[in-house]
């Protein structure tokens, strides 16, 4: 592998390259560089514009050191009051984001033995409350001796005390996260229904027993069937879409022998429609510690939102009851997990719990959807995801399904949610009943595919559960899509228990439908695949999943190969884009890392921008597919930037991995910005996938393909095989 420098190679024949800007140029008395005419590229802005930038940094630089100024004398005089002033904020974060420290810690030790526990706890005044992970060396420890929640890091010599204890590896103390839930209060009283009113059960309708093959539909006679529209509508509106969900249970696929949980603020277990399919063993509770998943009822039933998602994932169908669950017949489970405190433990504890048993997590929930978040899986949650998709369902991976967020109205990006912007979770995104994107839609690369759920006023909601053994019309968000995904994706490992993961996201890239969803940058990539950032590859089609997953052959395992831009400081010029090239073979010398063919694709940025918010960056493929990695975010006043972040785009899915790859770098703001690292990260494999997963003969074919590939693409006078140009053209069409 090699990488093409731009500033060396490139620069000056291709005029690619317009971000040099030399680090000794002069600088005005505010620290900025001078704009010289013979810099303005031609992204640049025009000489006048540029003026304006500085005119206006002008006029904010000066309120704010008087500003500083003020704040440092302030400061001064306090820690000559007093030098117990310690309490740590977060950097850029307004003072409601303030920081807690919880009275737990995350302990890692080198014994697998809980008794050794217990005493290395003890040694240092904890309780050891057990493991955080199954079958791994984390434990939390209580000390029970501080406030459970402080605004207070506990004193540093504890940390380093217990550090040089030989047999812990790892400890931090337990902070506790901003998560939020991602549907919308609303009271309306008459949108409850409930169910002992209409619980009339017909003794005679039998539905034990898978259905036939293709047998004839007959609706079922729960009274919210009718609302439903997700599910049927097509067969009564010509050209309506909905989630096909029919034609998978026709075909007899109704989620039997698959295990969903829904990780939430609790599941109230004993609703009619949930309770023969409620799962114990999928089900804990982490706020309480105790094996009860149920809701902590109060006066304004807070607590809905598990049970909600829940219904639409496992309801049961054909008992006069409310609602159906798209797998009427698999197993449900709730993980209380929101009701208090949210900590890494608690996340990972979570997203880890009976790996062996449950095979899809669904998540309607995640970090701040306020528009100036940057946040994601920290220590133990990354680790929870990585053993849930290498030791999860027999080593074929747990499926965790992850809404995308419901930032659309504050401009918020998914991509800066670190839980859906991660490969191993399968994000989708929210449609509305007309097809539109719905007001708290997040745009981001990350999202693969979409649900239906709640739109403007007059659309309609999602019909499902509710507290107190009731049913409602007004679930929302992208909260309602997680959990429709999640059934659709029982539906599909019941039809293929040998899916991986990975075979699940290639399935859904090759079945999501982009027709009737209204977006403006629907593109073709690479591969000929409609994609776009509201929508991913389009919406589910449950009978299309169900259908290709009893043909698929599962992917062989996934490689990783990493590239890093040989320069590491670069500057982003304030009204002007950095663009950079990186050449990639696809670590085509080591076949430990080899990629030719793509599937998740990952830039890891480092980054200093004077204002997060007004950077946005792109990603162009060899293929010439652009995906947004990050778009402007106004309320982001951000000044520390992005630490190796990992931005992801799934729109790449397919391509061939070799070739020149672009960064592209906007700066919107009125300072430059700094690029400190570019790295890019290829998934996928040396095999090529085909239409029906991995066959061996198509990749014989293909490697041959590949070297045809590289020919057209290096010289057009080349005479080609008539065969291979045939099989490009039906891998590419
Ligand atoms: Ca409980
Ligand atoms: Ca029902
Ligand atoms: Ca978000
Ligand atoms: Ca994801």
Redesign the pocket.
């Known amino acids: 592998m090699y990488t093409l420098d731009d500033g060396d190679a490139i620069q000056g024949t291709s005029g690619i390259d317009d971000e040099n800007r030399p680090r000794d140029e002069p600088k005005d008395n505010y620290g900025l560089y001078l704009q010289s005419q013979n810099e303005l590229t031609e992204n640049n802005k025009s000489p006048s514009i540029t003026s304006k930038y500085n005119k206006t940094i002008y006029e904010m630089e000066t309120p704010r050191r008087y500003l500083y100024g003020k704040l440092l004398f302030l400061l001064l005089c306090l820690v000559g009051l007093s030098t117990t002033i310690a309490q740590e904020f977060e950097d850029d974060s307004p003072p409601s984001y303030r920081k807690y420290y919880k009275n737990e810690w995350s302990v890692k030790i080198d014994s697998d033995n809980d008794r050794e526990a217990d005493l290395l706890a003890a040694k240092y005044g904890f309780i050891n409350k057990g493991r955080i992970i199954p079958d791994d060396n984390y434990f939390l420890f209580v000390r029970n001796s501080i406030h459970s929640k402080s605004p207070r890091k506990a004193r540093r010599s504890l940390d380093r005390i217990m550090s040089s204890d030989g047999h812990i590896l790892n400890m931090e103390q337990q902070v506790v996260k901003r998560r939020v839930k991602r549907d919308f209060r609303r009271i309306k009283r008459d949108s409850r229904w409930n169910s002992r009113h209409l619980n009339m059960i017909d003794e005679d309708y039998d539905m034990e027993g898978k259905p036939l093959k293709l047998k004839p539909f007959i609706p079922p006679n729960d009274p919210l069937w009718a609302d439903m529209w997700y599910l049927h509508r097509s067969e009564q509106f010509e050209g309506e879409m909905d989630h096909n969900v029919k034609e998978a249970w026709q075909l007899g696929y109704t989620g039997k022998g698959v295990v969903v949980t829904i990780l939430d603020d609790g599941l109230e277990h004993t609703h009619p429609d949930i309770s023969p399919n409620y799962d114990p063993r999928a089900s804990f509770d982490v706020n309480d510690r105790d094996d009860d998943p149920s809701p902590r009822y109060d006066y304004s039933d807070e607590n809905r939102h598990g049970t909600r998602c829940a219904g639409e994932v496992a309801s049961v169908m054909n008992n006069s009851m409310c609602v159906v669950g798209i797998a009427y017949n698999a197993k449900i489970g709730g993980i209380r997990m929101l009701d208090g405190d949210v900590t890494d433990a608690v996340e990972a504890a979570s997203l880890s719990h009976s790996q062996k048993h449950i095979h899809i997590y669904s998540a309607s929930w995640g970090p701040d959807d306020d528009g100036r978040t940057v946040d994601g899986p920290a220590t133990l949650t990354k680790h929870a995801f990585e053993r849930g998709i290498t030791y999860g369902r027999d080593g074929k991976g747990s499926i965790f399904i992850?809404a995308s967020g419901n930032g659309g109205k504050d401009a918020d990006s998914c991509n800066c949610d670190g839980?859906?912007?991660?490969?191993?979770?399968?994000?989708i995104s929210s449609a509305t009943e007309k097809g539109n994107i719905p007001w708290y839609s997040e745009a981001c690369s990350?999202?693969?595919a979409t649900a239906y759920s709640s739109g403007a006023s007059g659309e309609k909601m999602i019909v499902t559960t509710d507290l107190h053994h009731s049913c409602t019309k007004t679930h929302t968000g992208t909260s309602a899509s997680a959990p429709l995904a999640a059934g659709i994706a029982a539906l599909t490992l019941e039809a293929n228990p040998d899916l991986s993961w990975r075979d699940l996201q290639h399935i859904v890239v090759r079945t999501a439908k982009p027709v009737h969803l209204k977006a403006g940058d629907w593109k073709t990539n690479g591969v000929g695949r409609n994609v776009s950032h509201s929508f991913g590859y389009g919406l589910l089609d449950a009978g299309a999943m169900v259908k290709l997953a009893t043909k698929w052959k599962s992917v062989p395992q996934a490689n990783k190969c990493v590239t890093s831009y040989p320069k590491s400081f670069k500057i982003v010029p304030h009204g002007s884009r950095l663009h950079l090239q990186l050449f990639s073979d696809g670590c085509a010398s080591d076949p430990k890392r080899q990629v030719n063919w793509l599937e998740h694709v990952q830039a890891i940025v480092t980054l200093r921008a004077p204002k997060r918010g007004d950077i946005e960056i792109f990603l162009i493929s060899p293929k010439g597919t652009r995906s947004t990695l990050l778009a402007k975010r106004s309320r982001d006043n951000a000044r520390s930037g992005f630490t190796d972040w990992a931005f992801?785009t799934t729109h790449n899915w397919g391509e061939p991995a070799q070739g020149l790859w672009q960064l592209e770098i906007d700066n919107d703001g009125w300072d430059d910005a700094e690029l400190t690292k570019w790295e890019l990260v290829l998934h996928g494999t040396p095999a090529y996938i085909g239409d029906h997963g991995y066959e061996k003969e198509s990749y014989l074919l293909t490697e041959r393909s590949i070297d045809a590939l590289r020919e057209t693409d290096s010289t057009s006078s080349i005479t080609l095989n008539l065969g291979i140009l045939t099989v490009i053209f039906l891998l590419f069409r």
């Open positions: 992850w839980y859906t912007n991660s490969i191993y979770t399968l994000s990350s999202t693969l992801m």
